[in-house]
């Protein structure tokens, strides 16, 4: 549950769109609907060197899930700087959705946890990241559907990768993307925005989730960077059709704050 990062000018600025504290994304996971998210954030300068940054990201669709992320990442010097990293993860969730061949609506409840390392190289206007490490996912449904993941807990590797680029003073790029051995569950997004004012970013959003049971591709507009008493702020929103031609609209909120 992060955003895409900011430009660095000398200094962190922080993803556009979702690593930020606020509520996270709920996305909808299909027959077992995926629900390895994350988000990207808004940039946020910053005039010191922070070296703990907790974004936060919630997202509702009008086809019945909602899901809230937080994430922590830690860095043993400064944020503004390139160099190691260290990223806690949680998720917590609920969907429903029609069972393959059953004709039962089912009830999906899902939380999930993961401890990441990894590296960030730190540019004058750009960010690039990598993290690798363990996830946990358990997953409880209403009923016991082969079109469905099993009720249980699953251990597997996760792995991240993101970046946030700004090609002039008033536009910029951000790309998340997530994979986790645990059901093949993937998230990816993918940002582009222009500054009508200094920091703030709006534009086309696109996004796509899944996992071995379900996919679900995103279209919309998002609006990143806006500041509130030290933490930034993100929210989006558009249309959503999944792989069983079902369609309808998604809504997101972001946060982010540094220490």
């Known amino acids: ?47 010191e060197s922070w070296i703990v ?44 959705f029609d069972s393959a061949g059953s004709g039962l609506r089912t009830r999906g409840d899902q939380v999930e946890g993961a401890l990441l390392a990894g590296y960030e190289l730190v540019g004058g206007q750009s960010s690039y990241s990598f993290y690798g490490g363990l996830d946990v ?17 699953q251990f597997g590797f996760k792995g991240v990768a993101e970046f946030y680029v700004a090609p002039s003073e008033r536009t910029m790029l951000a790309g998340y993307g997530s994979y986790s051995t645990n059901y ?40 990143t960077g806006m500041k509130f008493s030290g933490v930034q702020f993100g929210v989006s929103g558009g249309y959503l059709v999944d792989k069983v031609g079902r369609s309808g609209g998604y809504g997101t909120l972001d946060a982010r704050v540094v220490y």
């Open 1 to 47: 549950m992060l955003f895409a990062r900011a430009p660095h000018s000398p200094t962190h600025r922080r993803r556009s769109g979702g690593i930020s504290i606020a509520l996270m994304s709920l996305m909808q996971c299909g027959s077992a609907e995926a629900a390895d998210w994350y988000t990207g954030t808004t940039p946020a300068k910053p005039n």
């Open 53 to 96: 940054a907790v974004d936060t990201s919630a997202s509702t669709t009008s086809t019945g899930s909602s899901f809230a992320a937080i994430s922590a990442t830690f860095a043993p010097g400064s944020l503004d700087k390139s160099g190691a990293r260290v990223r806690a993860t949680g998720l917590i969730g609920t969907y429903t």
């Open 137 to 153: 996912r358990d997953s409880r449904f209403s009923n016991a559907d082969p079109g469905h993941a099993p009720n249980g807990t």
């Open 184 to 223: 093949d569950a993937y998230y990816t997004r993918l940002r582009w925005g222009v500054a009508p004012a200094a920091g703030v970013y709006v534009g086309p959003e696109f996004s796509a989730l899944g996992d071995d049971f379900y996919r679900q591709w995103r279209i919309g507009v998002h609006l």
